[in-house]
């Protein structure tokens, strides 16, 4: 992989699709998205999250393309009586390499906190699969998000080794842009990103903070992307809406590759 400038870290792509998308839907978007974006899946790293009924059927589908399939959420158990949940182990079965972690709407319905959060992560790392990690601050703290993720970040992180941080992309999502028209100001990104990076390297050393990627969510269209990539701190994008059309979703890969300078 070529790149324009000196950051190596690998592009990232990832599209929640949240409570959409049949079985069959799922299916006929892996056929167009394969072909819509080429040989371009092997130089930027795409993560989809479809709903849990579509995971084995998209596994299948994915099978011989470099897309990663991934999930929206697990439950940390302990033990299998848990209904209506699923676990890590059940998601990695299905054929999910990634598991979404932390995404605000979770948070409010379930009133999970930072601890359960943590708690999701460590079971995720138990059956091998990397973390995608949601961060950001809740709507009452816009404009504070350096004293919100402050706060935050050593109590998702606690009792995770270096190794595994790296392993792992954080998105920063302010709880705020969720269903928004438009993301948040690109400074306002990039300032909250940089904290982020910042305090990763405080706390599990530099190495692992070059290495791991910070990727931007919330309300993310193609005509955004030249904007919100235009800072270095940003890997790339997650995508709701536009994640689950093809054209789309293709559209905005593409424009992630140009921004960060791949050349195939």
């Not at 390499?97 to 932390?102: E, P, S």
């Not at 703290?141 to 992309?169: K, N």
């Amino acid at each position: 992989m070529k790149m324009k400038n000196a950051q190596t870290r690998k592009p990232f792509a990832l599209a929640n699709w949240k409570m959409a998308m049949t079985i069959s839907e799922s299916v006929v978007f892996a056929r167009q998205f394969s072909a819509a974006i080429g040989s371009l899946a092997q130089w930027v790293d795409i993560v989809i999250c479809p709903p849990y009924t579509a995971l084995h059927a998209l596994s299948q589908a994915l099978a011989d393309t470099p897309i990663d399939l991934g999930a929206q959420n697990l439950h940390a158990g302990p033990g299998n009586a848990h209904t209506g949940e699923i676990s890590a182990m059940l998601l990695a079965d299905a054929g999910c390499k990634w598991v979404m972690l932390g995404h605000w709407e979770i948070r409010r319905r379930t009133g999970e906190n930072d601890a359960d959060f943590n708690k999701k992560m460590l079971a995720g790392f138990q059956a091998g699969l990397r973390p995608i990690l949601l961060m950001g601050e809740e709507i009452h703290e816009r404009g504070e998000a350096e004293i919100a993720l402050a706060s935050r970040l050593p109590i998702v992180f606690a009792d995770c080794e270096p190794a595994q941080v790296a392993q792992g992309v954080i998105v920063y999502e302010p709880e705020w842009t969720i269903g928004a028209n438009k993301p948040a100001a690109p400074d306002y990104i990039a300032s909250g990103c940089a904290f982020i990076r910042n305090w990763i390297a405080q706390a599990f050393g530099k190495d692992v903070a070059q290495t791991m990627r910070i990727i931007y969510g919330g309300s993310v269209a193609p005509e955004h992307v030249e904007n919100l990539l235009a800072s270095l701190v940003l890997d790339g994008l997650g995508a709701g809406r536009k994640g689950r059309d093809s054209v789309a979703f293709a559209q905005i890969v593409r424009l992630i590759a140009a921004a960060k300078g791949v050349t195939p």
